[in-house]
């Protein structure tokens, strides 16, 4: 299986927003040669499920907070993640 290009992880943290939609301590991981984020769940050392978040930028490195994810590219693009104040209540998405 080839490899994304892992550049940075992340945690989304108990506190603040993406917790309310994302489970607490989901890992963010950034992508360097894939050019998206990924959004995973480990569970019982095993992962149980994971997201490709298409950025479209190589991503040299990432922030996640309570209520906001910076991202920075390769080329010198700061891109911010928040999540929706009308998000989605249905859907078969976890």
Do not use: C
């Amino acid at each position: 299986m080839p490899s994304i290009g892992i550049s940075q992880l992340g945690v989304i943290k108990s506190n603040g927003k993406f917790s309310q939609y994302w489970n607490n301590n989901d890992l963010i991981i950034s992508s360097l040669k894939d050019k998206s984020l990924y959004r995973t769940r480990i569970k019982n050392q095993n992962v149980a499920y994971s997201e490709r978040i298409h950025i479209g930028e190589r991503i040299r490195s990432l922030v996640v907070s309570e209520d906001i994810i910076f991202i920075s590219a390769d080329n010198g693009s700061l891109i911010t993640i928040r999540p929706s104040e009308n998000p989605l209540t249905e859907g078969s998405f976890p």
